[in-house]
């Protein structure tokens, strides 16, 4: 079994506060919750224009593992309102 785990550290758009903050969150949650992973905000909760989103998954295939965090990475870069700034990837296997 394979685990992998992306944290995306993100930039938003036009925010002013918590409450909008949260608008524009929950939504990217909600899309990469589609793909069967784990997402949560993990990061940043006090600061309004930015935010840490991870990620997990758990697979047999480590090549279906990274196809999974790549259309996830790809998912949040797509997003216009927001700007990825960097992700940080790791994949444990069962020799960890």
Do not use: W
Not at 3 to 29: H, Q, T, Y
């Amino acid at each position: 079994m394979y685990l992998g785990a992306l944290e995306l550290d993100i930039l938003l758009g036009d925010v002013r506060s918590l409450k909008e903050k949260r608008s524009v969150v929950k939504p990217v949650i909600a899309a990469l919750t589609k793909f069967g992973v784990s997402v949560a905000e993990t990061g940043e909760h006090d600061r309004y224009r930015r935010s840490l989103i991870g990620v997990a998954v758990a697979s047999s295939d480590v090549d279906h593992l990274n196809e999974v965090l790549d259309t996830c990475e790809r998912q949040v870069a797509a997003r216009p309102e927001l700007q990825l700034l960097a992700v940080r990837r790791r994949i444990f296997g069962p020799e960890d």
